[in-house]
Nanobody
Framework: QVQLVESGGGLVQAGGSLRLSCAASGRTFSSYTMGWFRQAPGKEREFVFAISWSGGSTSYANSVKGRFTISRNNAKNTVYLQMNSLKPEDTAVYYC??????????????WGQGTQVTVSS
């Protein structure tokens, strides 16, 4: 079992920044690919960013390219999502996810409870 707890969401004006954190507990954090997903009202959950267990590989959605970055600190069992130049369309509940490296985001993915990010225009 892996437990994930997100923090750092809130209300910010367009153009502003927020940093989300996800603290993990349970199994060996460094064995997992960590990711961020988001879900806006009336829309499906979508992939945002992911980082490999070593931190050496990342992937992201085109919609956040050049604005968001991801990082992790395996010693602190924490993954971060730095969000800059926020837009109203970034408004969503953001979820942290963990999956064993190489298995993808399938049925064995662990999810956090989500944190709300609201960007005002």
């Amino acid at each position: 079992q892996v437990q994930l707890v997100e923090s750092g969401g809130g209300l910010v004006q367009a153009g502003g920044s927020l940093r989300l954190s996800c603290a993990a507990s349970g199994r060996t954090f460094s064995s997992y690919t960590m990711g961020w997903f988001r879900q806006a009202p009336g829309k499906e959950r979508e992939f945002v960013f992911a980082i490999s267990w070593s931190g050496g590989s990342t992937s992201y959605a085109n919609s956040v390219k050049g604005r968001f970055t991801i990082s992790r600190n395996n010693a602190k069992n924490t993954v971060y999502l730095q969000m800059n130049s926020l837009k109203p369309e970034d408004t969503a509940v953001y979820y942290c996810a963990a999956a064993i490296e190489g298995t993808g985001w399938g049925k064995d993915t662990y999810w956090g409870q989500g944190t709300q990010v609201t960007v005002s225009s």
